[in-house]
């Protein structure tokens, strides 16, 4: 039960690392002059973090809401990455359109 208790304080959090790549990498290609300067601006920093938020909010709540089913309780934190499946795709349309 103590394994659980971990999983479910420490996963969220690398989830929420693994949004911030993708938001950056979404920030990176959507402002079209490939730069990271958006990091260096109050504004457009506090923006950058709602950003990090939404993308991660999706992967989270899979999670804990699949930790709460006994069917999935195995699979909860392969199958909550499948949250990142809108945010993969949104990249993608920057990227090549």
Not at 40 to 52: A, I, P, R, S, W
Not at 80 to 85: K, R, S, V
Request: glycine share 6%.
């Amino acid at each position: 039960m103590e394994q659980n208790k971990w999983c479910c304080r420490i996963f969220p959090v690398v989830l929420i690392a693994i949004s911030a790549v993708l938001a950056a990498a979404i920030w990176y290609f959507d402002e079209g002059a490939h730069s990271f300067g958006f990091l260096t601006q109050k504004d457009e920093l506090f923006n950058y973090l709602g950003t990090v938020l939404f993308v991660a909010i999706l992967p989270i709540g899979l999670f804990y809401w699949l930790n709460d089913k006994e069917k999935y309780l195995d699979k909860a934190r392969s199958l909550a990455l499948l949250g990142f499946i809108p945010a993969l795709l949104f990249l993608l349309v920057i990227c090549f359109f």
